[in-house]
């Protein structure tokens, strides 16, 4: 089963916003930003792993780097790690920032795709939505309307090429526009 690219997105929407702390503490030559630095790596190198993202292995490296890094002048050794380390840390933000990037792109495509069908089913004036009716159960209908009807099921193959079908529910949720209808 395909993974969710909304929770892709969310997990490493997630990892990309705790470097700021990270480069704060290398900026103030913190002992402690090695560690954090190793501690990000992995919990990125975990979490592409658990998402089935083959990447993670460019995470397992860059850790590997961090603790095997040996500086070449003995008398700038703190200076240098820190250099290291904030190199480091930009291919490492340059890496996920492009896993990143290839799913934002499949999910926005996706969400435009969307937004035709509903500007569709807007024009159609097919649904009312009653606000004592389960929304969920709401959503699935207009899904389920949009997958059977013959002029709109090209563009829901479409869409579950890119996202998986929660993924999708997720979206049409989130893009409704229920005073349109």
């Known amino acids: 089963m395909r993974k969710s690219t909304t929770k892709i997105v969310g997990d490493i929407e997630t ?6 702390n990270i480069v704060d503490l290398l900026e103030k ?22 998402l089935s993202i083959p990447e993670a292995s460019m995470f397992a490296v860059k850790r590997g780097e961090l603790t095997t890094f040996l500086p070449k002048d003995s008398r700038n050794k703190r200076k240098e790690f820190f250099h290291f380390s904030a190199t ?6 340059g890496d996920l920032w492009d896993v990143y990037k290839k799913h934002t792109e499949k999910l926005e495509s996706a969400t435009q795709l969307i937004h035709q069908l509903l500007h569709i089913i807007y024009q159609t004036k097919q649904f009312k939505y009653d606000p004592n009716e389960d929304f969920t159960l709401f959503i699935y209908q207009i899904w389920d309307f949009c997958c059977a009807h013959d002029q709109l099921k090209a563009i829901t193959v479409q869409i579950l090429s890119l996202i ?15 005073e349109n209808l």
């Open 29 to 50: 030559k913190r002992t402690a930003s090695s560690q954090i630095l190793k501690n990000w790596l992995s919990e990125t190198e975990d979490t592409l792993q658990q």
């Open 164 to 178: 998986n079908k929660t993924d999708v529910l997720i979206v049409l949720a989130k893009e409704i526009e229920i």
């Open 15 to 20: 990892q990309l916003a705790k470097i700021s």
């Open 88 to 93: 480091l840390l930009t291919g490492a933000q």
